[in-house]
């Protein structure tokens, strides 16, 4: 069966270029959130991936591997997540890396493990915005970038990465209103209970990222600050 995030509420996503300790990792594992989601922008390598997912491994949390260099691709995870960066100027964010992907792997992808993201990343300083040369886009754009993303591409998620920034609540309920069936994932700043419940409140699933290396007990509490909201 096709691989479904329809239930996920929340996620953590950790950086193989950081270091975390075992009882962080564990802690994260153990936490009742939804998944565990392995993936950066600079310096992700195949050894930074396998060690965590190794780590990830020992606990029964799904393990997502979210695709940032085809060197860094390995198996052994529940999931992959492969990102098309849709506010990028440059083709090869949205195709060309994709492309040489299946011509390198195309006997050995199982597409009911693999979920496509409509990524709009919306943070200038974030370092996947400048690696992907995005451009800024207005509340407009993100509003026609979502509506693309479900009726002309059927991505089963759209991600607005504000990745280091807390985004605005009000643009995300709009884009929510944008999408049916394609899910809604929000990302970027997210450092508190209350700001976890507030993109919760639009997005179908929130990430937390950074605060992971931040406040570790801070970031374990936003798994119970959104499950709490069902
Ligand atoms: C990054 O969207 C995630 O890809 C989470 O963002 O690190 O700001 O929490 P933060």
Known sequence: MRYSIDNWDHLFKVDPAKEISDEDLDAICESGTDAVVVG????VTLD?????LSRIRQHTVPCILEVSNL?????GFDFYFIPMVMNSTEKKWMMDIHHAAIKEYRDSIDWDKTLVE???IMNEDAKAFKKTKSEMPDSEDVAAYAYMAEHIYHFPVFYMEYSGEYGD???VKTVKEQLTD???IYGG???NNFKAREMKENADTIVVGNLIYSDINKAL???KAVKEME
């Open 48 to 52: 930074g991936v396998l060690d965590l």
């Open 118 to 120: 409509g990524y709009c």
């Open 182 to 184: 394609t899910k809604l």
């Open 169 to 171: 609540p009000e643009l």
């Open 71 to 75: 060197e860094s691709i390995t198996p």
């Open 40 to 43: 950066g922008t600079d310096d």
């Open 189 to 191: 700043g997210i450092e």
């Open 221 to 223: 509490k936003t798994v």
